[in-house]
């Protein structure tokens, strides 16, 4: 089987497939990459039995079809140190040595036996949904939540996002128990109510490849597996079985006190009044009065302290309430508008945080938990 290919090209789709790769894999041939040439097309796959990503590249010069695994390491690494050029892989199929042949060198590695490769992962068509959204609407839905999942080992389903369908709307949830993320979108829908959770890793995959995307997504789902379908890529993943929480059901309601913020602001001094917070705890406290919100932080174990004030738009009874800094500067960084909203009861209650205005079509929703405050 011989070949010739863009090293560019190829550097450029092995990189993207290559995060699949885990370091501690079980199957030897889960540290290769699977090359599939057949009529022309060269189909790459990496996978690590949970999640299997593909992706192919359309070629002109070849001569017989095979397939065969190649390392990745090795294969990534030499790949980077090739300036743009035509490489010609000459694969002997009966020893599964392959030569890279440049126009200056040749470089000789030897791969596996392709047919051990570990086979796709099956939907099962009868109990299977189909659901199409564009790449950008899925990459904005991934990216808002994507950082509000948990590592959590005894708890599954929180460790990864909850997509819920309906015949109005698109959902996603993603909770560590600290913070809960809800993004909903108007204009993506279906004839049919069907939910899945999603888990980390193949959701930061999809984030990597979707930004430089455009059109459709054909998502197929069933119980236990999800289909992602792109234009360039395709990712297979398991997804996480279980019910996820009734997320719904911790969002607090009658929130009577709203302070409107400038959210860059409120950032930016986070950032700098942060620092002086004790490092176990991290904690910040707001502090509301009329029109004015104060950040503080101190760390007695140091004597150090900080505060800093704010314009902003209050005007109920003066109230103080902690949180964990770092939480708190993820959930405002990830808010898309220039004044944020936040809706707070009392002090024990969790806070909730919203765009002063939603872009067309879009809803946004976080929630953060609040520290208790030593008085």
Request: charged letters at 20%; hydrophobic letters at 40%.
């Amino acid at each position: 089987m011989r070949f010739v290919v863009s090293s560019s090209e190829l550097l450029s789709h092995l990189q993207a497939i290559s995060r699949v790769i885990s370091s501690k894999s079980t199957l030897p041939i889960l540290d290769y990459f699977l090359f599939d040439l057949k009529s022309g097309k060269l189909t790459l796959t990496a996978s690590d039995l949970e999640v299997t990503m593909v992706t192919s590249i359309d070629i002109e010069n070849t001569e017989g079809d095979g397939v065969i695994a190649m390392p990745s390491k090795i294969l990534l690494e030499a790949l980077k140190k090739f300036p743009e050029q035509p490489l010609n892989f000459d694969v002997n199929m009966d020893t599964f040595g392959v030569d890279i042949i440049t126009e200056k060198g040749k470089f000789s590695v030897v791969g596996l036996n392709g047919e051990d490769f570990p086979a796709l992962p099956e939907i099962d068509e009868s109990e299977s949904q189909l659901l199409r959204v564009s790449a950008s609407l899925l990459n904005s839905g991934i990216g808002k939540t994507i950082f509000a999942t948990a590592n959590d080992e005894l708890r599954p389903v929180m460790n990864g996002i909850l997509l819920e369908v309906t015949n109005e709307s698109l959902t996603f949830v993603a909770s560590d128990s600290h913070k809960l993320v809800r993004y909903r979108r108007l204009d993506a829908n279906a004839n049919f109510e069907a939910s899945f959770i999603l888990p980390q890793k193949p959701a930061g995959l999809l984030k990597n490849v979707l930004s430089r995307e455009t059109g459709d997504v054909s998502i197929q789902f069933d119980q236990k597996n999800a289909h992602f379908t792109l234009a360039n890529y395709k990712l297979i993943c398991r997804l996480v079985e279980g019910n996820y929480p009734s997320y719904n059901a911790v969002i607090p309601q009658n929130n009577n006190n709203k302070v409107i913020v400038d959210r860059v602001e409120l950032y930016n001094t986070l950032g700098r009044v942060s620092l002086f917070s004790n490092q176990a705890s991290n904690l910040v406290k707001l502090h509301l009065s009329s029109n004015e919100l104060t950040v503080s932080a101190q760390d007695i174990d140091f004597s150090i302290s900080a505060f800093e004030k704010l314009n902003c738009q209050y005007e109920n009874e003066e109230m103080e309430i902690g949180f964990k800094s770092n939480f708190l500067a993820e959930i405002i960084d990830n808010l898309s508008s220039t004044d944020v909203v936040i809706e707070l009861s009392d002090p024990a209650r969790a806070g909730l945080f919203l765009p002063l205005e939603n872009k067309e079509n879009e809803e946004e929703l976080m929630l953060l938990m609040p520290m208790m405050i030593n008085v």
